[in-house]
């Protein structure tokens, strides 16, 4: 009883907030009509410059990580590496999200640039 009243308050309060953060901005702040071009290029410059350190270092990161379960796999024994070839799925999925992340995170933004 006690999990649906909060869940409830809690919609009330996503519903409330929500219209709140609707209410306080126009189309045109959304859209970036109102902002000197040079603001916008500065913008530009720091989220292109988040998106580049975030991908090389999750680049970095993946490719040792990958070291050292090949490393691990190489000197295990049988049972190591049956344990090996299992968390290798979960190492593959996300360093597919994570070098596929830059690129869609691109195309969003040239889309959203067009609009």
């Known amino acids: 009883m006690k999990k649906k009243v909060i869940t409830i308050i809690l919609l009330i309060t996503l519903i409330i907030l929500n219209n709140t953060v609707i209410y306080g901005f126009s189309i045109n702040d959304v859209?970036?009509?109102?902002?000197?071009?040079?603001t916008q290029n500065k913008i530009d410059n720091f989220g292109q410059g988040i998106i580049g350190i975030i991908s090389t270092v999750g680049s970095i990161i993946s490719v040792i990580v990958l070291i050292i379960l090949g490393i691990k796999y190489m000197l295990g024994s049988t049972e190591e590496k049956a344990q090996y070839k299992k968390s290798l799925l979960p190492y593959?999925?996300?360093a597919l999200i994570l070098f596929g992340a830059s690129?869609?995170?691109?195309?969003?933004?040239?889309i959203a640039i067009d609009l």
Do not use: F, R
Request: proline letters at 5%.
């Open 31 to 38: 859209q970036g009509n109102n902002l000197p071009a040079d």
């Open 92 to 94: 593959a999925i996300g």
């Open 103 to 110: 690129g869609i995170a691109g195309a969003i933004y040239n």
